[in-house]
């Protein structure tokens, strides 16, 4: 019995927070989108499935099929106790909705008319030029766009050779730090005689 008190006091708290006040003013309104977002935040504090019947009424009138018909789905699945009625309602709403949604499907998949075979190929018309007194001839220019320069390959690029000549002073620099160009062994001395090292 406390549980069902305390439910509908939420039920009755709900009814009258303002932000749900807000949500169906902007859904009166036309604001859509902003009553859409209103009615998601109460839905996921409260997971009271009559906002998912808002939410999606507002995908519907945003014109967002499937999701419209999603939300429909899952309140329906949720919501207990409903009326034959309401359920007859949001029922005729997912329809219409599959409705747009082929609606849509099918004119995206309408090819657009081609030309008949053998017929030339439409060209941009060019304005003809207005007619002149004298009788030299006209010369009409058209802009063509030209082709992209060419790739330049990596080895013609100032930056490959610029790698390639100081990985070159590295390996000598280290070759002359560990000695590789210093000979001691065997060294003959000034004396005559082989060198200590």
């Known amino acids: 019995m406390a549980f069902a008190l305390a439910l509908g006091a939420t039920r009755a708290g709900a009814a009258t ?25 109460l839905y996921a504090e409260s997971l009271h499935p009559n906002y998912l019947r808002n939410i999606g009424r507002c995908y519907q009138k945003l014109g967002q099929p ?26 005729g709403y997912i329809k219409e909705m599959e409705d747009l949604k082929r609606e849509r499907e099918g004119a995206a998949q309408v090819p657009a008319p081609e030309a008949p ?35 330049t390959p990596v080895y013609a690029k100032w930056w490959f050779w610029t790698l390639i000549g100081g990985a070159v002073a590295a390996g000598v620099a280290v070759a002359a730090a560990a000695g590789a160009f210093t000979r001691t062994q065997n060294a003959v001395c000034p004396s005559g005689f082989d060198c200590p090292r």
Do not use: M
Request: glycine share 4%.
């Open 17 to 41: 927070d303002p932000r749900e006040i807000k949500a169906r003013e902007d859904f009166a309104a036309g604001r859509f989108q902003d009553a859409l977002d209103i009615f998601a935040r």
């Open 66 to 91: 499937e999701r419209a018909i999603d939300t429909f789905h899952d309140y329906l699945h949720k919501a207990k106790g409903i009326g034959a009625d309401e359920k007859d309602e949001i029922e």
């Open 117 to 151: 075979a053998g017929a030339p190929a439409a060209l941009p018309a060019v304005p003809e030029p207005a007619p002149s007194s004298s009788s030299a001839p006209q010369v009409v220019v058209v802009n063509t766009p030209s082709p992209p320069p060419a790739e």
